[in-house]
């Protein structure tokens, strides 16, 4: 089942923070980010594999709540180079182990 | 640089044509994936292979049929397709088939005329 991430898009100036949410109704085994900049592939950022588990990346990090079985991805002081599309991936376990993408993020930074 | 490799990169064909897909990695994944992707949608999963066997296939149409020749190799064959097949198709893989990240490749922008 597609995993609900909000917002659709932003837009932010550079130095500016952005918090991208997805969430799902199913328990799950795994939240991934990817970020997809325009006409190239997508690019994994971060998995938080368990309850709770809080990963940072540079100005970005992310976290999840496995009780509400939602996570959040945080970009702090935005740079241009942020600008793209992020998607959410989640793995159920129903159905066979997968990766199901939420719908994306656009995130646009200007200077 | 990505280091799994998908060819052509861009591929144009007749809906009576016959066309295959290519993706290599060499990091020794397990898992390898075939998704396709729509302008501003998100990538959508048609095939999982793990261990060169086909674990998962999304209800895909017939007219694509994936294959798994070896560990490194995906292939995805196309037969009769219809112009809202035209889309991007990613290939990824993973190093094992649950709580592994995607590692995609640039993909092949396919046209259907």
């Known amino acids: 089942q597609q995993p609900v991430q909000s917002p659709q898009a932003v837009i932010l100036r550079e130095g500016e923070d952005a918090v991208i949410n997805c969430s799902s109704s199913?328990?799950?085994?795994?939240v991934h980010w990817y970020r997809q900049k325009h006409g190239e592939a997508p690019v994994f950022l971060m998995i938080?594999?368990?309850?709770?588990e809080q990963k940072g990346h540079d100005k970005i990090s992310a976290s999840f709540n496995e009780k509400k079985q939602q996570s959040s991805l945080y970009l702090t002081a935005s740079q241009l180079s942020y600008s793209g599309t992020y998607f959410c991936?989640?793995?159920?376990?129903?159905?066979?182990?997968?990766?199901?993408f939420g719908a994306g993020t656009r995130l646009f930074v200007k200077a | 640089d990505t280091e799994v490799t998908q060819t052509p990169k861009h591929l144009v064909m007749g809906m009576t044509n016959k066309k295959s897909l290519k993706c290599e990695q060499h990091?020794?994944?397990?898992?390898m994936y075939w998704y396709k992707q729509k302008a501003k949608k998100p990538p959508e999963l048609m095939f999982v292979?793990?261990?060169?066997?086909?674990?998962i296939n999304e209800s895909v149409p017939s007219r694509f049929s994936p294959e798994c020749p070896n560990s490194s190799l995906l292939n995805l064959h196309l037969h009769a397709l219809q112009p809202e097949d035209s889309a991007l198709y990613l290939c990824?893989?993973?190093?094992?088939?649950?709580?592994?990240?995607?590692?995609f490749g640039n993909g092949t922008r396919l046209t259907v005329t």
């Open positions: 990824a893989s993973s190093l094992s088939l649950l709580l592994s990240p995607l590692h």
């Open positions: 199913k328990a799950l085994y795994s």
């Open positions: 938080l594999l368990k309850g709770g």
């Open positions: 991936g989640t793995e159920e376990g129903t159905g066979g182990f997968k990766t199901i």
């Open positions: 990091m020794g994944h397990r898992a």
């Open positions: 292979y793990s261990y060169e066997k086909l674990s």
